[in-house]
């Protein structure tokens, strides 16, 4: 087995010269990204350390309760982010999002972690977590893409979906269009993932696995795993929000309840 190499403060103070890098290109191109690099970078310095500090901490108990916690402190923060990212007033889309994030993330992970890997118990930290880790962070991008989606295209097509609307079509067949779009929309970034994978890169977990010492077979069928996960959890998210949401959309005799901006 090699000997894992660590990474000391300094070196690891040196990867902020990408930072600098996308600050620059942002300044240069008055691309106005400057504050949001500046506050995702810090994000991503603090939020990791932190969460370094509470697995360490969870593996060393073995809690079921305290790796719960940590499920539903992700899908909340999840939440929060598409909510920031999704600027929509005239629809309560949140709580059914988050209902059907909180769902469908738990039953992903305890597949993966209790039946695929067969982890005992099913919850084991160290695989439950970083399996809600992988699907949240895909499938919360998804989502908010496909809400995005579907919002401005409901907007901007609102007199094509009226018009069949009056043409005797109910909500469904008239918005079937946008809907198909906000979804492919959503799904896509993960096919193109699984079509790239091996090939154009190699993902994250299996380099860390590779870099840990593990056999790159076993890395591998991990991977393979991880991406059909993905792509799986990401289409059932989807539709599930996706159908919710746009029947939001329209009110009680089927009137699209979207005006323009």
């Known amino acids: ?3 894992i190499i660590d990474i000391s403060i300094p070196q690891l103070l040196l990867a902020f010269v990408f930072i600098l890098i996308a600050q620059a290109s942002s300044f240069i191109y008055h691309l106005g990204l400057n504050r ?7 994000r991503t310095f603090a939020q990791l350390f932190l969460m370094g500090y509470v697995l360490t901490f969870i593996l060393g108990t073995q809690s079921l309760l305290l ?10 923060s999840a939440m929060f982010i598409v909510r920031g990212r999704v600027k929509e007033k005239q629809v309560a889309y949140v709580l059914p ?8 993330y738990f039953a992903t992970a305890v597949f993966v972690s209790g039946f695929i890997v067969g982890t005992t118990p099913w919850w084991e930290p160290r695989y439950f977590i970083p399996t809600l880790g992988m699907v949240i962070g895909n499938s919360m991008s ?8 579907m919002f401005r295209d409901m907007r ?3 007199d094509v979906v009226e018009m069949k609307l009056a043409l005797g079509a109910n909500y469904r067949e008239a918005s079937d269009e946008v809907f198909r779009n906000a979804v492919t929309a959503g799904m896509i970034p993960s096919i193109n993932a699984m079509m790239g994978v091996g090939l154009v890169f190699i993902p994250g ?7 840990s010492g593990t056999d790159p077979l076993v890395a591998i069928r991990y991977q393979i795993v991880v991406m059909f996960m993905l792509v799986g959890s990401t289409a059932l998210t989807s539709i ?12 009680s005799g089927e009137e699209v309840l979207l005006t323009p901006r």
């Not at 949001?36 to 810090?42: F, K, N, T």
């Not at 999002?97 to 469908?104: H, N, P």
Request: contains cysteine; aromatic residues 6%; positive net charge.
């Open 205 to 211: 977990m299996m380099s860390g696995q590779i870099l």
């Open 36 to 42: 949001d690099i500046s506050v995702g970078a810090l």
């Open 156 to 158: 901007v097509q609102r």
């Open 67 to 76: 790796t719960l916690a940590v499920f539903a402190v992700m899908v909340v």
């Open 142 to 149: 998804a989502i908010a893409i496909a809400l995005e989606r």
């Open 1 to 3: 087995m090699n000997q």
């Open 97 to 104: 999002t988050f209902l059907t994030m909180l769902v469908t």
């Open 240 to 251: 599930i929000v996706m159908l919710i949401v746009r029947k939001r959309c329209f009110g």
